[in-house]
């Protein structure tokens, strides 16, 4: 692994901090939990410490390759994943990419992105290529996995993120029925994260109103 650029996560004490999460060379760590992963200067931050439980990591590839004689530099959009450490060091691999046009074949056919553990154990992540639009549409990284949760109804709540549909909505795998179920506070949380910002200035004000009634 590289040298390690500590980062502390906001809210983690050090007493809860349970395992280390890496990116490899050419891997950058852009998001954790929702939170921009900001390095000092022109430093990036290649690891971070994380709490027991499940973590929302978002990473992209961004390194040199070759074109032809010249060298440039090979960006993809960015990658969602949940990651859960469960006690053990980890970090987030992909195969040497050492062109231009490999590196465009292994993104466009389904890039294999892999987890290894400090055990020896190498797992394949399963994750989520976010889409944007216009020209800046990955300058807000925030706001890009913002919009993400909330159109998937996920939440992070004490440093893991919780997908509220697999707690709240269950599917019959038989008659295809939809139940919606867990308590009224998890099902409130599901909905907020799907509203619109004028439906959540609407429901604010309903609340406040119903709050003096």
Do not use: C
Request: charged residues 25%; hydrophobic residues 45%.
């Amino acid at each position: 692994m590289k040298n390690k650029l500590w980062l502390l996560v906001a809210l983690f004490s050090v007493s809860s901090q349970a395992a280390t999460l890496a990116v490899a060379d050419n891997i950058q760590l852009l998001a954790v939990d929702g939170k921009k992963v900001k390095g000092q200067g022109w430093s990036e931050v290649e690891s971070v410490e994380l709490t027991d439980g499940k973590h929302q990591i978002v990473v992209r590839f961004d390194g040199e390759v070759k074109r032809g004689s010249k060298t440039t530099i090979y960006t993809t959009r960015p990658y969602l994943f949940d990651i859960d450490l469960a006690d053990m060091n980890a970090e987030i691999t992909l195969p040497r990419l050492t062109t231009e046009s490999q590196a465009k074949a292994f993104f466009e056919r389904g890039a294999t992105w892999q987890l290894a553990l400090d055990n020896g154990m190498v797992k394949p992540l399963v994750g989520v290529e976010l889409q944007g639009d216009g020209f800046a549409a990955y300058s807000d990284i925030e706001a890009l996995v913002a919009a993400y949760n909330s159109a998937n109804g996920i939440v992070v709540e004490k440093g893991n993120a919780i997908d509220l549909q697999q707690v709240a909505v269950n599917v019959d795998n038989k008659t295809g029925k939809v139940e919606i179920t867990g308590d009224a506070l998890t099902q409130l949380k599901m909905w907020y994260t799907k509203a619109s910002k004028e439906d959540k200035k609407a429901f604010k004000i309903w609340m406040a109103e119903k709050d003096f009634n």
